[in-house]
Nanobody, 120 residues
Framework: QLQASGGGLVQTGGSLRLSCVIS????????IGWFRQGPGKEVEAVSC????????YYSDSVKGRFTISRDDAKNTAYLQMHSLSAEDTAIYYC???????????????WGQGTLVTVSS
């Protein structure tokens, strides 16, 4: 199971940190990803990180503003978000995959989502 948290209301230019706690067996998890779905938009990959090693992926829209990380001891992944704008408003989901991928359809386990609202 994945449990995402940390969403909320923030002003333009503000920051938030999302957390994703992974419970249960993690032996088959090879990647953790953050995805989002904005109002009227499709799900898009925001950032992904390998479960072992340091390979990461960032979408062009968040590169330089968001940082993905993980704490293996806590089975937790994070998404630190800075310089937020209205375009970042979305439900953010964390997901886990049995292989490395940046495509949502390749992710096997999904959390419930946490809402991020950026107000101007």
């Amino acid at each position: 199971q994945l449990q995402a948290s940390g969403g909320g209301l923030v002003q333009t230019g503000g920051s938030l940190r999302l957390s994703c706690v992974i419970s249960g067996s993690t032996l088959d998890i090879k990647a953790i990803g953050w995805f989002r779905q904005g109002p009227g938009k499709e799900v898009e990959a925001v950032s992904c990180i390998r479960s072992r090693g340091n390979n990461t992926y960032y979408s062009d829209s968040v590169k330089g503003r968001f940082t993905i990380s993980r704490d293996d001891a806590k089975n937790t992944a994070y998404l630190q978000m800075h310089s937020l704008s209205a375009e970042d408003t979305a439900i953010y989901y964390c997901a886990a995959s049995k292989g490395w991928s940046t495509y949502a359809e390749h992710y096997d386990y999904w959390g419930q989502g946490t809402l991020v609202t950026v107000s101007s």
